[in-house]
């Protein structure tokens, strides 16, 4: 079973050889623990792989 950090590697790697910059976007909803601990963890490996991070919360 993948982590969701293992399945963002992988997504990553695939963005990787792409020239232009990538956008991701970024679920979360405010009162998630997951959501939160997801956050802390997506910002900076975006970061260095030039990837553009659209936040959408749930309404």
């Not at 399945?7 to 939160?36: C, P, R, V």
């Amino acid at each position: 079973m993948f982590s969701f950090v293992s399945k963002l590697f992988i997504f990553a790697e695939i963005l990787d050889g792409w020239n232009h910059m990538q956008k991701i976007e970024f679920f979360f909803e405010f009162a998630s623990t997951y959501s939160y601990l997801s956050v802390m963890r997506i910002e900076n490996l975006l970061r260095d792989l030039n990837v553009e991070i659209l936040w959408r919360p749930f309404c």
